[in-house]
Every structure is written in C-alpha cells, then in structure tokens.
C-alpha cells in the first residue's frame, strides 16, 4: 500500500507560479509511472500530466498544460514534483498525485492509477 501526500498549493495571482510535490510512502517510487490530475468545483476529474519512473523518467502532457506545466522527479527522495508557470484563474482546482506501479505505456485516465493522495488546493486570481 502506498501512500501519498501533495503539498505546496496556496493562492497565487495570475501568471504567477506555484511548485506542488507529491511525496511517497515507498522506497519503491522508481517503479512506479505518477501522475497529476486536477479537479475543478462541478466538473471532472482532468488528467496534468505524469512521468514514467519505472520508463527512465520520460514525462508526457495533456495538450493544453504543454509549455506551462513541468513534472519531474527524485527517486532518492521518493517524490514527484509539478512546476506549474504562468498560471491562470482556469487552473484553480484541487490537485492530485496519483501512482501506478509499473506502467508501461502511458495512461491518461484516473481509474488507471490505484493510489491517490487527498490533494492541494491551488487558487489563481485574477
């Protein structure tokens, strides 16, 4: 059983930046893929973005985070990290880590990961 815990979430004007880390439970992280999913008031659950521990580290994106957003990772520490730049009042959500352990291809939707944390809030003003 895994666990995860986000942090770094918080209030923050547009265009600002925010830098939210999921942090692991297992020694195991570098065989797991994680991913960052967002959910805002009324709608569901949209999948950020995720980074492929178990495939060497390779990230992939949603379309519309591409330029903005940045996942990266640190096995030694057991944790994931989500660069968010340029943010905008339609990136206000809870966010989410997710993992899966290995995965080999990539997965997009949220019931393809079995371990999630509770979430951060993010808030970006106008």
């Known amino acids: 059983q895994v666990q995860l815990v986000e942090s770094g979430g918080g209030l923050v004007q547009a265009g600002g930046s925010l830098r939210l880390s999921c942090a692991a439970s297992?020694?195991?992280?570098?065989?797991?893929?994680v991913g960052w999913f967002r959910q805002a008031p009324g709608k569901e659950r949209e999948f950020v973005g995720a980074i492929m521990n178990w495939g060497g580290g390779s990230t992939y994106y949603a379309d519309s985070m591409l330029g903005r957003f940045t996942i990266s990772g640190d096995n030694a520490k057991n944790a994931v990290y989500l660069q968010m730049n340029s943010l905008k009042p339609e990136d206000t959500g809870v966010y989410y880590c997710a993992a899966q352990p290995f995965l080999a291809e990539r997965r997009y939707a949220p019931g393809q990961y079995d371990y999630w944390g509770r979430g951060t809030q993010v808030t970006v003003s106008s």
């Open positions: 297992t020694r195991t992280f570098s065989r797991y893929t």
